[in-house]
């Protein structure tokens, strides 16, 4: 495979996360996006499907054979199950792929437990969890990654600087439509979600899988998502009870420091609102000692098609072929400021 | 005071609390609407402007010598501390109140810890705290009932029944703009809520001194608050962990029992979205238990306006006038389905 | 047929017509619900499909030998085309029928222009156009009622009083998202319609029919509609340019005169916004001269699944069974209010 | 004056507009942000005040004489009348300006008419109307350019094309709440707006003489609008009956030949959301012939904040200091494109 791995192909550039995948890496000053897939929209431009996103490359079918001699990376934005072969026959082919989907985030057990029979689980020795900040260096070096639920984000990023803290954690999540996909049905008609806030995946939620992967100390997680009137964005509530009391100095001190040189997280000193991150793909998190109590609460907001998937992909996918982490997601402006 | 306590006034109808509570005695079969006051609208009809609500009664300055002629009860939806003022001269002239606000629903003590001075506070031991389904025959004798919070009404319904299966546990609210009342201001502002989730009365929100004075048992209560971008409705999401375990059938059957014969409450078998109960004056409760993690989660489910404010209160003055406790809030049908 | 026409079942009661429609005669003081159909649905309850309306009925398969045993009126909420025959099945079975759909409303010619071929031409003989205010006394005799489309509602209502003054005139519809009915698709997903207008049916709204069929007088008629991020409502706003001119006052005496003793229309001072009459049946109707160009402007709102349809209906339905017609849709004294 | 009128100073950087305004200039690759003014939230990040956008200037009072040190040009979103001074003050201190208010976009008899007394007639002569795609050349000259309106916008660009077709226009405007201001009051109230749609400046609206005084040949305009509950977003539905027939070929290609070297309009195929061009400086533009009655239909979307006010400032900017007029508004891809 001779091409440069700058040249970027997006599979399932129609699906909301996988159409802002596509307008990023357009609009990127050192990726070119180079082929765009879509199942029933074959020959239309991605901007018919989505005006908002100026991307005038015509939907492909995903024919790897020929995306592959146009590309030498690629973003698969495909449901959980359905990305495993493609993802597998572009490793095949040589290009680094970021994976949305579930499909490579799990071992196998987890996966099987949360998700259903793996379909290629030899590979999932090979992936690395796109958590960037927390797996970075591994991450550079990695031909596959598995780009993180947008539930499990917002709620990792809430949750590394404390998990010595306790063994029992609970993540209250508001989230919003376009977290559910493109897929209309019932619960995303427009009357259903309006002038409504309605749990849903009640009992358990997949993307608490990724918890119990990542932060192995907490024995106890309980895990609930609400799905609120508005398009984009998520707001994790998470509570936790510290072992031994902790200030509100100590606590904030410990984000700061943890966070102290990333570019996209901001530890900032009011409980932020998810429109604070709105398209952009800032986390915003706010760590709290309630005082009647005790209590750790800590608030963390981004945007679920930005931080929770796209723009994570792209943050990882920079990485992955020797980019600046915050290339085109970040003004040069941006940039300077994050190093400073 | 010769009047007959059918016969209500409303102080405060131009809030929304107020004119809800206005347009339902309007409609009322047995209550008769006798005056409405506003501060700065006088002069205008109700239905001038809350069009909605056809209420045709003009809006009087609140001159109570004047207006205690005319009504033998009153709901008062002032704000705290502007309420108990009007509800002391009311209550000397004879007639029954309902108080909206806070003035009358917590101990002296507490008052002053969560709000400021009591501005009467010689009134309180008279008041009875206005959760009908935990105090109704104690309401049915009284002169002056302490209409509850509308974030505590949620969380209250929802904890009743399991209080004694623990000592600590967690109210995640998500709320609808109307609670914060009618005032403008940056927060209300529709630009400010559209699109957004965001954590408000962050470290203490005023309603958890409700949940203190009722749940004694609980000693550490956590209270966060979110205003979500709609009208009206309150999702109530309740976290503990039972002391001894607890199976789901034996969770549920707790609420069936406890609240077997209460014409308002719906304990239902999914989680209920806000949308359930809008414009109605039930709380819709479905309790789970977490099989990972075996904790109790309790969704509770109100509109902010109705059983969290003017609904719950004209259930009250249903009672302490000697009406069926369901009047103007149910059809005929309804009390018949709630007898049966 | 000996079943009292009070006892009245509703086909179709799981889309949100249908389902108002239910929802009002289970409330209705003299009308009795004795079914309730739906497709898939059948054996939940509706209020297990529409927790907000209390109708604990069970959803039937449409077996109309069964459920004509136990009705004598109709109200039938199906899709054009599906409704026909039906209505047909239950005329035959002695049953009065109010039509939701577009089948009844039209001449065949028309309807064959607008929709496709008729599926029972020989019954729009029978059918009453049902825009009440229009065509009350027609209704009071009729055995089927083809209830008016909504946005044909809202255009009418502003047009009868001055139809006369022009050959020409502009419908622009600002519609909520109910009205494109419960169906999912990418039109009605969340995150197509929030943060959005959107124009639909461009060209040619089916609706227009209605107003060629009604103002024969007009004979240039333009007709646009837009979809907007609201649940509920019709905005329509109304321009033409009359042939002589006309004051403003003599204008609002016009409105004021023609809907004189009308129950359900409110011939307001200022232009109304649609919240103004959400989950009311009343229409709201500001008529105003435009200053600079002599043009008239006329807003018209409803609630589309109110007046709009189910509402209209059960408006309908009480005429054609000899009530008074605003049982079920008024309170007492707004009945005492409209006769006075 | 030394300073490079590359760097940008934003007055009023603290209101919608203002704040995107400063936003994209320190997005901007070639034009530098050197100060940001507020009122009363001075010494505050401007980042602070509106967390989206990423400016981490400190909001500094408008102390002219120093900020005039620092900026060869600035941006000037203050409320009308307000504006004139500092415009004035700043043209004197040799900037080059783009005022976003309405106090240099009229004659004076016109303001005067629609406003209020001119504050500083004699400054009007130099002010060029700043509708980019009409008046470039004038705009490249211009010391003082006043931005349109952000209806005006919408309209004046559905028009241009076929001004010459009629006399008689109706405009009319759904139009979201931002462009209503920052100000908190009833008509801006989440409550208010959310589940309505309500006609505003009933009778004329002030964007009308915008219209007027650059279509001089149209001397019948009705100009209607429409608040709708989005948050930015205009849709201008444009109606007009043409002298002579015109077929939709004819009319698309007027479009597509008025506009054919644009960089920043849209010509459409179908008519647009305004979701298509949210967070956008494009104009997506949609003409249509009515079959049934041979009037033209045009629609026009645009984001209000963006080709409606702070987008098309920088555009203007652009071109006064002698920029690719896309720069910082389009990507390098977009340019090119445009270009091609």
Known sequence: MAESNHKVAVFGATGY????????????????????????????????????????????????????????????????????PTVDALLKRGLK?????????????????????????????????????????????????????????????ALYPVADLTDDVIVDVKAGVSGAGRGANDKTHFVSVVENVSPYSVGRHRHRAELEMELTGLTRISFATHLIPLDQGILATVYLQPKEPITQEQLFTRFTEYYASEPFIKVVKNAPGVRDVRDTNFAAIHPAVEQDTGRVIIYSAIDNLWKGAAGAAVQNLNLMVGLDEGAGLLTGQEINNARA
């Open 17 to 84: 996360a996988g159409a802002l995948a596509a307008d990023i890496v357009w609009r990127h000053p050192e990726l070119e996006l180079t082929a765009v897939t879509g199942r029933s929209e074959t020959g239309l431009r991605l901007s018919d499907i989505h005006p908002r996103y100026d991307v005038p490359l015509k939907l492909e079918e995903p024919i790897l054979d020929d995306i592959a001699e146009r590309a030498g990376s690629a973003l698969v934005a495909y449901p959980h199950k359905a990305a495993a």
């Open 97 to 157: 792929v970021v994976d949305l989907s579930a499909d490579f985030r799990l071992s196998q057990a987890a996966y099987e437990e949360y998700y259903e029979p793996h379909p290629i689980p030899e590979l999932l020795d090979q992936a690395v969890y796109g958590l960037t900040e927390r797996h970075r260096e591994r991450i550079k070096d990695a031909e596959l990654v598995a780009n993180p639920g947008c539930n499990s984000t917002a709620a990792l990023l």
